[in-house]
């Protein structure tokens, strides 16, 4: 583990507008998809964040527990309604351990890339599945690389336009690594804000890779939470992995 990397880092810089910034995310799909790989539950959520998928499943009748990085963004779940009655634990997730075992871990939104290192990696997979029950699911929600995507390492990409704002990302590949330095820039009539993230990014065959040596075994790989087929043209994917008996 990377002695630098400091889980909440992340967090504190957007938690007060992190709601704003992932609005238009197909929430209801991923929710959907997220009961039904649950079954009756518990569910563990890896980097919950602000809950937006934690509420919704927590209303649909499903224990919900989680583990965050971020005191902030702790702090904005729990002024949510239902906010207050789920469990979450402030730490690293790929190291803290919480009671209890889960018919599902969910790790969401390219969350696996903000740890540091391969090791991290690692690490978390083998936490996923000792949170897990026997049979239980891993589900992982990622971008797929593409180095073609960059030119001299270097990309500046429109990432959305309304009337109220526009959000810019630039980004900085470091290919011998697998690292990939991003700060998107958030135009809105209140002002510029920078949001700054670190990746240590991996291929969907690396990722199998750490599900095995965790003691899990691939059972599906979507393009995305509707379970479009993930081909050789998707830029990300849904992939989730059961641990064997």
Not at 75 to 81: C, D, G, M, T, Y
Not at 168 to 180: C, D, I, K, R, T
Request: charged share 25%; glycine share 8%; aromatic share 8%.
């Amino acid at each position: 583990m990377d002695p630098d990397f400091d889980p909440s880092a992340y967090g504190s810089r957007i938690a007060d507008v992190y709601d704003a910034t992932v609005r238009d995310l197909p929430t209801a799909a991923a929710v959907q998809r997220l009961a039904e790989l649950a079954g009756d539950g518990p569910v563990l959520e890896f980097g919950i964040g602000t809950g937006r998928l934690a509420l919704p499943l927590l209303q649909r009748g499903l224990r919900v527990a989680g583990i965050e990085g971020s005191p902030d963004m702790v702090a904005q779940l729990r002024a949510k309604p239902g906010g207050e009655g789920v469990p979450v634990t402030v730490g690293d997730f790929a190291r803290t351990r919480v009671e209890g075992r889960f018919t599902l871990v969910v790790l969401a939104l390219n969350t696996v890339f903000a740890l540091p290192s391969q090791e991290a990696q690692v690490r978390c997979f083998a936490n996923a599945a000792a949170h897990l029950r026997d049979g239980g699911r891993f589900a992982v929600e990622a971008w797929t690389p593409d180095p073609g995507a960059f030119r001299d390492g270097r990309s500046v990409r429109l990432l959305s336009v309304a009337e109220d704002e526009v959000v810019l990302e630039a980004a900085e590949l470091f290919p011998g690594e697998q690292l990939m330095r991003t700060t998107k820039v958030r135009m809105t009539p209140r002002g510029t804000r920078l949001l700054p993230a670190n990746h240590r990014y991996a291929w969907p065959a690396e990722l199998d890779l750490m599900a095995r040596l965790a003691g899990m075994e691939l059972e599906h790989r979507w393009a995305d939470w509707s379970g479009a087929p993930f081909t050789d043209a998707s830029r990300d994917h849904v992939t989730v992995y059961r641990r064997r008996a």
